[in-house]
């Protein structure tokens, strides 16, 4: 399961970050054709979380749609998996949208002095 270092990753990335400070909330965009589980990534940040500021912050993931553009015709199509035929008979797609591994955003808490 390779969603184990990535979410490793991800931890060590938000915690870096923060510099220290609590964080209350992590928001992930993975794209549909990026070969990363969501659910995966899930199960993994609470145990790759903890001991670190992100234990009990809670993780947002936003699944993007894959997308590909002919390159016969130029017309966009929505893909569900890394290849696909347009509808002008080509199969020569460029992706253009779905493999995406981002951090989005990160929330923290805030500080009062």
């Known amino acids: ?18 510099k220290g400070v609590k964080v209350k ?18 199960f993994c940040f609470d145990i790759c979380a903890q ?11 936003l699944e993007t749609p894959g997308l590909g553009q002919c390159r016969k015709c130029s017309k966009k199509i929505a893909l569900k998996q890394p290849f696909g035929i347009c509808d002008c008979g080509s199969t020569q797609l460029d992706l253009i949208a779905g493999q995406e591994l981002k951090i989005k955003e990160i929330e923290i808490e805030e500080i009062c002095v």
């Open 51 to 61: 001991g670190t500021v992100l234990e009990g912050a809670t993780l947002e993931i």
């Open 1 to 18: 399961m390779h969603e184990l270092g990535i979410t490793q990753n991800i931890v060590a990335i938000v915690a870096e970050h923060a």
């Open 25 to 42: 909330r992590v928001l992930l965009e993975i794209g549909q054709l990026s070969a990363i589980m969501p659910d995966a990534i899930r």
